[in-house]
């Protein structure tokens, strides 16, 4: 038996509560860059290589060792999932059905509630009560994982539509996904006009502002890491939405303080397309979003569309 957890915390709790089995942690981020099939090893490693600050060859071999024991655990009397309702997660335990749709058993905890707030009994009692992913399961995520890839981001509009009752939380997750896709109305994602709505009021630091973006329980389920990348994002760019302003306490990027500067509120306030202002150039699922290639989030239908001034 093998167990896969979205990360190294879970893991390690599950390990100490003495579930047997051998127990891996799933790391990876497949919220940006390139995914698999679009984004080959190699660029996967660039891509987490340069986003999160690591070396080359360090990530490019943590991989390689990843798929391999991936492979290898296909091979297991039992791969059991555990994983969670926020979309950081859905990204991973859809790519994981699909990875061990030909498993001998596989079973999941699809948990709504954060696994690392959990006990090592309440642990235990959620691998006693683990369930067989469901043949329906199965094959949604499956066709889901292809939307999800897709270079055209619009095959993901028929799970946005409604829910699908073998499977909690998928039209929910892949909605927060597609509302990272330029909004019609202001050419920022959700994330983004979130963080900018919540400076209006005035500068703060980024222990006040990181709640702000996602409140318990998570739902977006994105770490500090990444949020700190988006305002980066934001502040560097040909015209900038925000200032980041180094505090009295020091450099540390959770110290710094972040405000809006002057031309933010036209975008806030739909008056200018951030698109217009910035040439957008990045991954969301499979789709490579460049001016000529863009999609975008009607936040009114809830459906992904293509730009109307797209080729």
């Known amino acids: 038996m093998i167990h ?12 100490r509560a003495g579930i047997p089995g051998e127990h891996r942690a799933f790391r990876e981020s497949f919220i940006s860059g390139p995914p698999p099939p679009h984004g080959d090893l190699e660029a996967r490693a660039q891509h987490l290589a340069e986003n999160h600050g690591e070396n080359l060859l360090r990530v490019r071999t943590d991989l390689l060792e990843q798929e391999s024991a991936l492979t290898a655990a296909a091979n297991e009397d039992e791969v059991v999932l555990w994983f969670e309702h926020d979309l950081y997660c859905l990204t991973h335990f859809l790519y994981m059905l699909d990875r061990f749709a ?23 009692l959620l691998f ?15 066709e889901a994982w292809r939307a999800f890839t897709s270079p055209d981001p619009t095959a993901l509009n028929s799970f946005l539509a409604f829910d699908r009752a073998d499977f909690p939380f ?5 909605r927060l996904h597609a509302s990272r896709f330029p909004s019609l109305r202001n050419g920022l994602g959700a994330i983004e006009n979130k963080l900018l709505a919540s ?22 389920g994105f770490g500090d890491d990444e949020v700190l990348r988006i305002l980066w994002r934001l502040a560097n760019r040909p015209v900038p939405l925000i200032a980041i302003n180094e505090s009295e306490d020091g450099s540390l990027p959770t ?19 951030d698109v217009a202002l910035n040439e957008p150039d990045s991954w969301l699922g499979g789709a490579h979003l460049t001016r000529d290639n863009l999609w975008r989030w009607d936040e009114t239908k809830k459906l992904l569309v293509r730009n109307r001034s797209a080729a």
Do not use: C, Q
Request: net charge negative.
């Open 255 to 273: 110290k710094k303080i972040y405000s809006l500067v002057p031309a933010a509120t036209n975008v806030i306030n739909g008056l200018v397309d």
């Open 4 to 15: 896969i957890h979205n990360g190294d915390v879970v893991a390690a709790l599950a390990r």
């Open 199 to 220: 400076l209006a009021g005035g500068p703060l630091d980024f222990a006040t502002l990181f709640p702000l973006v996602d409140p318990e329980p998570p739902r977006f």
């Open 170 to 174: 998928l039209r929910d997750g892949l």
């Open 128 to 142: 006693d009560s683990r369930a067989a992913v469901t043949p329906s399961m199965l094959a949604i995520g499956r």
């Open 102 to 124: 030909n498993a001998t058993r596989l079973t999941a905890i699809w948990s709504a509630t954060p696994l690392n707030e959990e006990g090592e009994e309440e642990l235990m």
